[in-house]
Structure formats: C-alpha cells, structure tokens
C-alpha cells in the first residue's frame, strides 16, 4: 500500500509503473497465442490497468483480493510475482497454482489473490465470508471483490450488497465498468444510469461511487478513500471504475459488435499513453526512463517464459493433490 495520504507526481509514477507491466505481460501472452504458440483461453483487461494499478496501490500484501477470469492485471496488481503468473498460464508445476488452475481460477495468498472466479459474479459472496473472517478476527484487513458491469445484474450481486451493508463488512465492491457485456453494451442490459447509484438500496451502511477508472488521480482517489473507510469499520463501498475494453471479449474476439467510431476513440485515449504524458508532465520520470522501464519488464518478462517453458508439467499424483475427498 503507498504510504502517499494524497495523490502526488511519485504515486502518478507507480500507478504507471503497474499499469505498464500489466501491459506487457498482457500483449506478451496475447501474442504467444495469437501466433500458436500457446493454447489457452484468454481474456485480454487491455485497457483496463490503471484501475488495477490504483487499486493495487491503495492495498496491504495481507489484504484479500477476489477477482474474475479477466482479471490479469488485477493478479499483478497484487502482487503475484510474473514467472508464477506465466508458468501457470503455461499449466506448469511451477505456476501459482501447480499449472491446475490457470487463467481462470489463479490464486496465490501469499499476495492475498484468493480466489479467481470463472463463473460471473460468483466472487461477490466468497469475498463477503473473507470479510467476515477479517471482521470476526479483528485482523485489520481488507476485501476487494473485482467483477464486471454484467455482473451488477446477476442475484449474487444484490446478495452479497445486501449482506455486506447489513453486517457493515471490511470490502470493497469494484465493479469495472469496461461499457460491455461480453458483445451486449451496458445500456442494453441494465436500467440504471450507474451501477454506483444502486449502492443507496442497501442503506446507510453502504457508499456507491462512479469515477473515471481510466483518470489515475481519481480511480487512487476513490480506492483509497473505500480501502481507508472499509479497514476503520464504517462499512462497504461500492466503487464504479467506468473504463473501457480495448480487445475483444477473449482473446481471438475481433469486437465486431464495438462500433468502429467508439473503438477508435477509446484507443486514441488508451490510459497507457495518457497516463505515460502525464508521468513525463509532471516531471516524475523522463521519457528515457520510463523507455527503460519498459524494456525491463519485457526482459522479465522474457525470463518468464523462459522459465516457464523449461518448467516440468505437473505430475500425474497432482490429480488427487490439494482436492478435498470423503474419507
């Protein structure tokens, strides 16, 4: 968690620093499949992480995260070290999960990602009992549940909602708003205006925001005034990141339903870039700088996937390994 209290050019640069190596890794892996050389199914957050990266910075290693099957940068974001990442997308022995989780059901509590969800919205309740945990030990944690505008319209949302406000539980519900439902947009499928404004039916208890989740200051901002509110005990937050999906649904998903218009304009403001001007703006770093940060983590990168190629397969014993059974 930085140790900022308010936004500044160095946690502009952090955001940055995240956020570029979410990219990275993202168009590494993307690459890897699109050329054949890794067969796996894949869903691209490109343009979604500098919500991931505030988010991340706005949390302690201790603290829980719940995320979804699109949720790569928020797996970096908290810290899931990159061979771990790469060799469990490689379904090797040395991933984060033994290579028997990947993409979609990644978890490491050693950085507090525990859980991955591949069903919509499933996160929502299982990041309520983490909080209730926290809650009941007194443990000072924090719970982020990360998920979709789609998932705003499934029961377990209003469950979990309801649930978390009564009980005045220690999370934060992230919804990332990216405008479409895999190929349906959010006007098609929700009634509300927002997603945030729903956070009044479930009381005082319960605090609903809509930021710009693509904006750095604001999306630190926002996370680090509901992570601040949720650890001192005054309750739930639910926190809208509007943004915006600059791949298709899974990788190999050409977006043909985004019109060409909107698309073009998203990727005229891909945040990457905006947020990269704004570091050089500020003075924080120089442009031959973050050129070197770049070139790092796609070193690292490198290394990654060497390692995860030279990592054995797990072995046949795994298949009853870490499985609970009757006895």
Sequence with gaps: MTTADSFSSSVLLEIYRKALLIRVVDEGIRGLILSGNLRIAMHPPTGQEIVAAAMGLNLETTDYLVTIYRGLHDQLAKGIPIT????????????????????????????????????????????????????IKGDNRVTVTSFGDGASNIGAFHEALNLAALWKLPIVFLCQNNRYGESTTYADATASSTVAERATAYGKNMVGVSVDGNDP?????????????ARAGEGPTLLEANTFRLSGHYCGDSSPYIPKEEMEEAVANDPIKLTREAVIKSGAATEAALDEMKEAFEAELEEAMKFAHESPAPDLSEVETDVYGAA
């Design 84 to 135: 771990l990442v790469v060799a469990e997308y490689f379904a090797k022995a040395t991933g984060a999960c033994k290579g028997k989780g990947g993409p979609m059901h990644m978890t490491h509590p050693e950085s507090g990602v525990m859980v991955t969800s591949g069903v919509v919205g499933s996160g929502m309740p299982i990041a309520n009992g983490l909080a209730w945990a926290s809650q």
């Design 217 to 229: 200051e604001s999306m630190w901002t926002a996370m680090r005034t509901a992570v601040v509110r």
